[in-house]
């Protein structure tokens, strides 16, 4: 970690937020170090924190105020404050999504609570960001007038490789609204990028994705394309659901597993889908992310969640087809509340609490890990051709693998467009970007310990 001129750090207070110490503390991830360190603080409850194509944290803080934070110096440099935002309880500023395809559409999507005509209310809003001026501009409400009250809003906002939009809603405390399909709140709705609705969506002419929810306060997609949600309980059932859709996740009907007669019979009826694990007494799920990267290998093929009222760091490892959680490992129990997280494409994961004074913003790191790809010749050694590209693209190894081969190609957020898998002792493998939009994007193979990065620009 840095240390900085006197200058930087007044700038960085002028901007609303402080550059940390570095206090460096560490905990083992089986046989790996893991450093955590205070990257900024002074912050008011970050409610998102998103990697952005401009290798810049973009975050939320309940209040209103978007920034983007410099994950090298910590420096916070706010791009606005949302004049309606009604911050009141839990309401406030809440998730945050960047356009795919930033370059060309710099568009920024965020879901809030405001007030109208007295009453607390939910909408969706886009932004467009000018990085010459470092501003947001030109809001266009996609989505509005959804009820909402002082909890249960949900909502994170995740987009898709199909560039359609998942934006999770919570019940408003009116629980059977949950279960009307009629309703926005309760739901995951699907949206595209318009605010239009996709004509492939489970109910025709309709935005809801799946129902049946509390609390939904968490949302990711994993390489394998599937989605895992983390959802609040009552005072018990707190969950990790994967997300299908046209299915029912029960609620209110339904705690947790089906495991009540009067539970079971609905179960049966309404296609619930139970969760992958729950937790009672509960620990108030927040943030979900998935991490698949060597730096710290331990991790892979997992979910990592936020908890709140559980004060810790989850570690939540997935079977090999994604569908299952059989055990769950405990991090980071010393800074209180934890709400968001998110990984950069270097493997570092960066986390905040939301303790409501003087928040803070974290960064975990193996500072031991050093990428093959940036050892010498490494990155020369992986190929691609043709470069640019538009339909396939062969990667080739330096030499043939010795394990199994994991190929993924990111766009320029770190989200994973494409991901594919090829068995040991292969050299040359062929990837189909054909379906991808025409962009930047970073291919990634990791065959055993062995990781390669290369560019890949798609036409």
């Not at 839990?90 to 809030?112: C, K, Q, R």
């Not at 906002?157 to 560039?163: C, G, K, S, V």
């Not at 405390?173 to 009307?180: F, G, K, S």
């Not at 049966?268 to 992958?276: F, G």
């Amino acid at each position: 970690m840095k240390r900085f001129f006197s200058a930087t750090l007044l700038a960085a207070l002028v901007a609303g937020g402080s550059t940390a110490q570095a206090q460096t503390t560490t905990f083992q991830v089986g046989a790996t170090t893991v450093s955590m360190t205070p990257l900024a603080t002074n912050l008011s409850i970050p409610w998102e924190l998103v990697w952005g194509p401009d290798n810049y944290i973009w975050m939320t803080e309940r209040g209103g105020r978007i920034s983007r934070v410099n994950p090298a110096t910590g420096q916070v440099l706010p791009l606005l404050t949302v004049a309606d935002v009604t911050q009141t309880g839990e309401s406030g500023l809440l998730g945050m999504a960047l356009h795919p395809d930033f370059a060309t559409n710099p568009y920024v999507y965020i879901v809030y609570n405001y007030t109208a005509g007295g009453d607390l209310k939910e909408k969706l809003v886009r932004y467009t960001y000018s990085a010459t001026a470092n501003t947001l501009t030109s809001p266009l409400t996609l989505l509005g007038n959804i009820t909402a009250t002082t909890t249960h809003s949900g909502s994170r906002l995740l987009i898709l490789p199909d560039r359609t939009l998942l934006m999770t809603t919570g019940d408003a405390q009116l629980q059977p609204e949950a279960q009307n399909a009629g309703s926005l709140n309760g739901k995951i709705l699907r949206l595209n990028l318009d605010g239009t609705v996709p004509a492939n969506n489970p109910t025709p002419g309709s935005l809801v994705y799946t129902l049946g929810h509390r609390n939904p306060q968490g949302l990711v997609q994993a390489p394998s394309g599937k989605i895992y949600s983390s959802e609040h309980g009552p005072n018990n059932d707190d969950e990790v659901n994967l997300i299908e859709p046209g299915r029912n996740y029960g609620w209110p009907n339904v705690e947790g597993f089906c495991n009540l007669p009067s539970e079971q019979t609905f179960c049966t009826a309404n296609n619930v889908r139970e969760p992958l694990r729950v937790w009672t007494p509960t620990i108030a799920t927040a943030g979900i992310t998935y991490y698949n990267h060597p730096a710290i290998p331990e991790w892979n093929n997992s979910l990592l969640m936020m908890a709140l009222k559980g004060t810790r760091l989850v570690h939540l490892p997935l079977n090999a087809a994604g569908e299952a959680i059989s055990t769950e490992n405990t991090y980071v129990t010393n800074i209180g509340r934890l709400r968001a997280i998110c990984v950069s494409p270097q493997g570092r994961v960066f986390i905040s609490t939301s303790n409501g004074n003087n928040d803070g913003l974290y960064v975990l790191e193996n500072r031991a890990y050093t990428p093959n790809s940036t050892k010498a010749g490494s990155s020369a050694r992986l190929s691609l051709w043709p470069n640019p590209a538009q339909g396939t693209v062969t990667l080739r190894l330096p030499t043939a693998s010795a394990a199994p081969v994991q190929a993924t190609v990111v766009d320029a957020l770190g989200r994973v467009a494409y991901a594919t898998r090829f068995a040991t002792g292969q050299t040359d493998l062929q990837l189909n970007v054909a379906g991808l939009t025409p962009g930047l994007y970073t291919v990634q193979a990791q065959t055993g310990a062995a990781y390669y990065t290369q560019q890949l620009v798609v036409k």
